[in-house]
């Protein structure tokens, strides 16, 4: 599976953008699709998850702010970053898990700045 994230960018606090997962093949019923970001010197850390039973779960640190999403018939995962904080600075990453094993996208830089 191939995903091509985009949509990260500069931005000041406060801020939204969009991010987008293009994935190769289908995601509908993927038992896992999601974000996740990292910063230097830091593990990557999940952000927001999509089970393949619609479950989402989020990090504490971005709930009521991020909202995750899928669309099936674009095989794509948007997340939603709203009321961005310097702290979301990071290489987001999405991932998808299938039966053969998990999948990442190649990043997409997001920076929080004034």
């Known amino acids: 599976v191939q995903l091509q994230a985009s949509g990260g960018g500069l931005v000041r606090p406060g801020g939204s953008l969009r991010l987008s997962c293009a994935a190769s093949r289908s995601i509908f019923g993927l038992p896992v699709v999601g974000w996740y970001r990292q910063t230097p010197g830091k593990q990557r850390e999940l952000v927001a998850i999509?089970?393949?039973?619609?479950?989402?779960n989020y990090a504490e640190s971005v709930k009521g702010r991020f909202t995750i999403s899928r669309d099936n018939a674009k095989n794509t995962v948007y997340l939603q970053m709203n009321n961005l904080k310097f702290e979301d600075t990071a290489v987001y990453y999405c991932n998808v898990v299938t039966v053969a094993g998990g999948y990442w996208g190649q990043g997409t830089l997001v920076t929080v700045s004034s």
């Open positions: 999509i089970t393949g039973g619609g479950s989402i």
